[in-house]
């Protein structure tokens, strides 16, 4: 069946890199998505990565994708407070995107 | 641009009562697509529409109903609430090519 899978919880200190983490089941997914969810607000799309493209980087943000293991990662570099968020993946299948539950993120000064 | 919109933001039911969520989107997309989110849950999808004149059952269909009312706007009607169905509700957008889906603020629904 579809799944999507990330970690819950991930901290990390202000000025560092974070790398949220995400796998997902279906192989036939066409395309992956990050998305960025703020306190009180709609998801926010940041990225998204083509299945036959293994990376793709836009200013702060690298995406990874490992087909082989199904794995998907976000890597945000410098991470900064105003990065404090959810983050979500998600899959595409056909027309409906399937999402993780979301990786809260937490900036320590 | 708007983007997508989404009326009303609070709405608080009594179990039995019904009501309807509205949502327009002027980004000219074909699909359109309800979700709740509950916490610890992620996105659930409610119903979709691919396209004007259809719409399709998504994981959780059960309790709601919908109408694609034109191009723009996607409605989901609660007939009977439940406090099962306290939840926060996201219409979405979404393009034909890469899927991507566009977001609206929410609505944040309590039913007592």
């Known amino acids: 069946g579809e799944d999507v899978e990330q970690s819950l919880f991930l901290s990390v200190r202000e000025g560092d890199s974070s790398v949220i983490n995400c796998t997902y089941t279906?192989?036939?997914?066409?395309?992956l998505y990050w998305y960025k969810q703020e306190p009180g607000a709609g998801l926010q799309l940041l990225t998204y990565i083509f299945s036959n493209m293994d990376m793709k980087q836009d200013q702060r943000l690298t995406v990874l994708l490992n087909k082989k293991d199904k794995h998907l990662s976000l890597r945000i570099a410098d991470t900064q407070t105003g990065d404090s968020a959810i983050y979500f993946c998600?899959?595409?299948?056909?027309?409906?995107?399937?999402f993780g539950q979301g990786t809260r993120l937490t900036i320590n000064p | 641009n708007a983007g997508v919109t989404q009326t009303p933001k609070f709405q608080v039911l009594k179990t039995g009562q019904s009501m309807t969520l509205q949502c327009a989107q002027d980004?000219?997309?074909?699909?359109m697509y309800w979700y709740r989110q509950d916490p610890g849950m992620g996105l659930r999808l409610i119903y979709y529409?691919?396209?004007?004149?259809?719409?399709d059952k998504g994981e959780v269909p059960n309790g709601y109903n919908v109408s694609r009312l034109n191009k723009r706007e996607f409605s989901l009607r609660l007939e009977s609430a439940a406090p099962s169905q306290t939840s926060v509700y996201f219409c979405?957008?979404?393009?034909?090519?890469?899927?991507?889906?566009?977001f609206g603020p929410g609505t944040r629904l309590t039913v007592t």
């Open positions: 529409s691919a396209s004007e004149g259809t719409t």
């Open positions: 980004m000219n997309h074909n699909s």
């Open positions: 979405a957008g979404g393009t034909d090519l890469t899927y991507e889906q566009y």
């Open positions: 279906d192989s036939s997914s066409t395309y």
């Open positions: 998600a899959e595409s299948i056909g027309q409906k995107l399937v």
